[in-house]
């Protein structure tokens, strides 16, 4: 104590020590290309107070446990080059403060709090990250302990690049030489027992995955902040920019409910915001995502999702792309100019415990994509627009009863199975198309075990393929694609079923392939193929299929002013064990290929 240390060429004093360092009253000054106090190493007992450290180039640089002392009770001048860090663990409780000064931390390691170990930031800190190019390893903020991360809408705390002027100034002295890019360093990550706060925090040109492996050289890593924890930390106000990745990916796995508000995660270069984990509900409210190169939010999950109040807009895919096995709400949200993609994918929810309203989807590619017992809810509740590309239909089994709106075309990928609880009504007006298998592959069919239902009195309902411009071009490829006989299968009543068609047009079905390399290419029965339960077929224009227009080969009804068609085989078929169990009458048949009846 009571020392005087100024003006030599170099550094002032230089610590590298296992035990403490206790320092008070000194004098470190003046040592203009140097810095004033390096400690490089000392216990976290360590007591240093009262000293004056001025007039070095760069004020002190530190290992991260001794950082709380040096920054509490000492006067620290000339700090425009900040605080250098070294990498290194946090095995204590330590506060930074703010005082003006950036942090800057050193190297091309992590910084890591380590288990039992707690750090606070206080509002207003500014810590930059040193820039890694080629193949040299990122540096991370590594929290295997407690981080508590707590700005103010005034005074946030930011995470940037040591090459952004626009935070702190120009730290690392150069003027305009350098600029700070997405990937400058890795991320905050929290692991394992993690916890924490992250609030009014900004997080800027993370996102870089270098791990010193030089054959791998300069590539994208994990999101610029990771939650990968048990419990997650309470994590609202922040904001994400530049990442090389993706913006912010939560997996939380330990059964308990969680929320995030208020994001706002832009023009990273991957998905924008990922949740995984499970067997917990998670909200996310309030947030702006937007911009990023990907998705703007994605989600896979076996809880809950609860997503309200945020705009999701102007991402380079999708915009809120869901799977779950629990319920999802989504209500107020804004999914709008995903060029191309969808603005709203949902693949897997529990559609009883799901409530998709007041939404807006705008300026989509294609508004919606999702599985049939879901169709209902995200179409009919919203306000879906820029529909020409229509809603996507995957594949899979109907087992309710629903009824889907003429407000916009469905297109249909994959078979649909109408399972015996199952019951589809098809609005008047109701534009249908089925996605076309080339070659070999299985034809898309509509299958029919409980009830089948268009509403063609209201306006006709036409069920047709993808490639048939008919109500527009809605594979988007201008008259790239034209419809031919086959493109698509059959729709097929079976036992059981319960099939009401008015007022409907069906075309360009009948092929039947079943993804049977071997077998070629080749028509399946009809179109529309009646092979049991109770069916009504009236009003109905069947034409271009490529195998018989209709087939009854078992079941009983009626046919009545159908009109039959171009269609390759023969318009209508009936097999003489059922006639007696068929009423037919009036039927127009014209330029069917083996016959028009038989």
Request: charged share 15%.
């Amino acid at each position: 104590s009571l020392v005087e240390v100024r003006g030599n060429r170099g550094d002032g004093v230089h610590v590298n020590t296992t035990g403490a360092l206790l320092m008070d009253n000194t004098d470190i000054s003046d040592h203009p290309r140097g810095t004033g106090l390096t400690v490089t190493n000392a216990s976290p007992t360590s007591e240093i107070d009262g000293n004056l450290i001025a007039g070095a180039a760069v004020v002190a640089r530190l290992a991260p446990h001794v950082v709380d002392p040096v920054t509490h009770g000492n006067e620290l001048r000339d700090t425009d080059r900040g605080i250098v860090v070294f990498s290194g663990t946090l095995s204590s409780q330590a506060v930074w403060p703010s005082l003006g000064i950036e942090y800057v931390v050193a190297g091309s390691a992590d910084i890591t709090i380590g288990n039992g170990a707690h750090l606070t930031l206080e509002a207003g800190t500014v810590v930059k990250m040193p820039p890694v190019r080629d193949w040299n390893n990122d540096s991370d903020w590594v929290v295997n302990g407690r981080l508590d991360l707590v700005g103010t809408p005034e005074d946030p705390i930011v995470f940037t690049s040591l090459w952004d002027d626009d935070f702190g100034g120009d730290t690392n002295g150069d003027g305009v030489d350098t600029a700070p890019a997405a990937g400058d360093w890795g991320r905050i990550a929290f692991s394992g027992g993690a916890t924490g706060t992250v609030q009014h925090v900004s997080i800027l040109y993370g996102g870089g995955g270098n791990d010193g492996n030089c054959c791998a050289g300069e590539r994208a890593g994990g999101a610029a902040l990771s939650i990968n924890a048990a419990v997650s930390p309470a994590i609202d106000d922040v904001t994400v920019l530049k990442s090389r990745s993706t913006g912010i990916a939560f997996n939380v796995n330990g059964g308990e409910a969680w929320s995030t508000s208020n994001l706002t995660i832009r023009n990273n270069m991957g998905v924008g915001l990922t949740i995984g984990g499970g067997n917990a509900t998670v909200t996310v409210s309030t947030s702006e995502i937007g911009n990023n190169d990907s998705d703007g939010v994605t989600v896979s999950t076996t809880g809950d999702v609860v997503f309200n109040e945020n705009r999701v807009s102007g991402n380079g895919r999708h915009g809120l792309s869901v799977s779950t096995t629990g319920g999802l709400s989504a209500a107020q949200n804004v999914f709008s100019d995903h060029f191309e993609g969808i603005g709203l994918v949902v693949t897997g929810a529990d559609y009883g415990a799901s409530v998709i309203a007041g939404n807006t989807i705008v300026g989509n590619q294609r508004p919606i994509r999702t599985f049939p017992n879901l169709v209902e809810t995200t179409v009919r509740n919203n306000d879906v627009r820029d529909v020409n590309r229509g809603v996507q239909v995957d594949g899979g089994t109907l087992n309710i009863e629903t009824t889907w709106p003429a407000t916009t075309p469905y297109v249909l990928t994959g078979s649909l199975n109408i399972a015996a609880e199952g019951h589809l009504t098809l609005e008047g007006g109701v534009l249908l198309k089925l996605a076309t298998a080339r070659d070999w592959r299985d034809d898309l069919d509509i299958d029919v075990h409980g009830g089948l239902t268009t509403q063609g009195d209201d306006g006709v309902v036409r069920i047709t393929a993808v490639n048939h411009d008919l109500g527009g071009d809605t594979n988007g490829d201008g008259v790239a694609s034209l419809p031919a006989p086959g493109d698509w299968g059959r729709i097929s009543a079976r036992a059981g079923s319960t099939l009401e068609l008015a007022g409907t047009e069906i075309s360009y079905g009948g092929g039947g392939n079943d993804g049977n390399c071997c077998a070629g290419t080749r028509p399946t029965d009809a179109i529309l193929s009646i092979g049991g339960g109770e069916a009504s077929v009236r009003n109905t224009f069947i034409h271009h299929s490529a195998a018989d227009g209709i087939r009854i080969t078992g079941g009983a009804g009626r046919l009545a002013a159908n009109e039959l068609t171009d269609n390759v085989a023969r318009g209508l078929r009936v097999s003489a064990a059922v006639c007696a169990a068929w009423e037919i009458a009036v039927q127009l048949l014209l330029r069917n290929g083996e016959a028009n009846f038989g």
